[in-house]
């Protein structure tokens, strides 16, 4: 990846408080839907080093929230299914003590449901919330996810549905990451599927896709950006790896994934509907007539007593 250079970043006010951004960019250049290289200030933060980790691998151990791999998974098995294909004989713990021999990869679940970690991911976020709210309004389900693999390990090839910084804490990565209208990876059915269902099923790994990635060859201190469904895929260095990313949701993911669950249903009732975002002023429509009904619905719920949910909330829920 060629160099960067990153023009400084003013010190932005959030409420009372002055943040210094953690995670850098040219907020001129930024564009929500566009992949693109970060820089950051958290290789050295005492959360996100070994002895800090191993407690928080026990604490999220316990609670289920942890998901882990061995390392013959390769960029073809289906993300899903990688545990129970692929399982990693050792506890969390036991995984990042022994992380160099261990021949595994592991994911630290939703760490904002962490009271320690919580702070961290708040904190991160709302330093770079400022930058980006002009003209991606509306950030909310904040979530940190950590990784910790074992040397040459493999992140099989998925994607996500919340917008993501993905940070480098130590050792070395390369991550590819396609273009989230890139079809020839990711068919519009898949996206439906996956907005409908979480069902990654329809997304089927090529060899033939490395050449159409952006490649991120990813050092302590770097980090890319990655719209919402953007394919990707991780290949680990020669050396243990940690890696953190910081995902949210915003006005405009809410309504791509208001479109692609409504294009999944026409499609369960034989219907092939036009692309996301290929005919406007028709998704415009769409997007009015379904917030009408939910409106509708929520009202209905409210006259009956019902709780309504919560579209905003400021911290991702387990189970989104």
């Given at each position: 990846m060629a160099a960067t250079i990153l023009k400084p970043v003013p010190v932005m006010a959030v409420g009372h408080r002055q943040l210094e951004p953690q995670i850098e960019f040219d907020p001129a250049e930024f564009?929500?839907?566009?992949?693109?290289?970060?820089?950051?200030?958290?290789?050295?933060?005492?959360?996100?080093?070994?002895?800090?980790?191993?407690?928080?691998?026990?604490?999220?151990?316990?609670?289920?929230r942890i998901r882990t791999h061995a390392n013959d998974a390769t960029a073809g098995t289906p993300f899903n299914d990688a545990p129970g294909l692929h399982p990693n004989p050792l506890s969390a713990t036991d995984t990042l003590t022994s992380l160099r021999e261990a021949r595994a990869w592991m994911s630290l679940l939703n760490v904002q449901t962490d009271a320690v970690y919580r702070e961290l991911v708040g904190s991160v976020l709302d330093s770079v919330q400022p930058l980006i709210e002009p003209i991606d309004p509306g950030m909310c389900h904040r979530a940190g996810w950590i990784f910790v693999s074992s040397p040459k390990t493999v992140t099989p090839f998925h994607f996500d549905k919340e917008h993501n910084f993905i940070l480098q804490i130590h050792g070395r990565k390369r991550v590819y990451v396609w273009d989230h209208r890139d079809t020839t990876v990711a068919s519009e059915l898949a996206r439906d599927r996956f907005h409908q269902r979480h069902d990654r099923d329809q997304?089927?790994?090529?060899?033939?896709?490395?050449g159409r990635a952006r490649v991120f060859e990813l050092l302590p201190g770097d980090g890319a950006y990655m719209p919402s469904t953007s394919p990707h895929m991780v290949e680990n260095g020669d050396e243990p790896s940690v890696t953190i990313s910081f995902t949210y949701y915003t006005d405009a993911t809410r309504r791509d994934a208001m479109l692609h669950k409504t294009h999944a249903v026409l499609r369960d009732m034989g219907i092939v509907p036009p692309a996301v975002g290929q005919w406007p002023a028709l998704d415009a429509l769409t997007i009015s007539a379904v917030t009408n009904a939910l409106r509708l619905r929520g009202m209905a719920k409210k006259l009956i007593g019902l709780p309504r949910a919560t579209g905003y909330a400021r911290f991702a829920q387990v189970g989104m």
């Open positions: 564009d929500p839907w566009r992949i693109q290289p970060v820089r950051h200030r958290l290789s050295d933060h005492p959360l996100l080093q070994p002895d800090s980790l191993l407690a928080l691998s026990g604490r999220l151990e316990a609670v289920g997304l089927q790994w090529s060899d033939a896709f490395r």
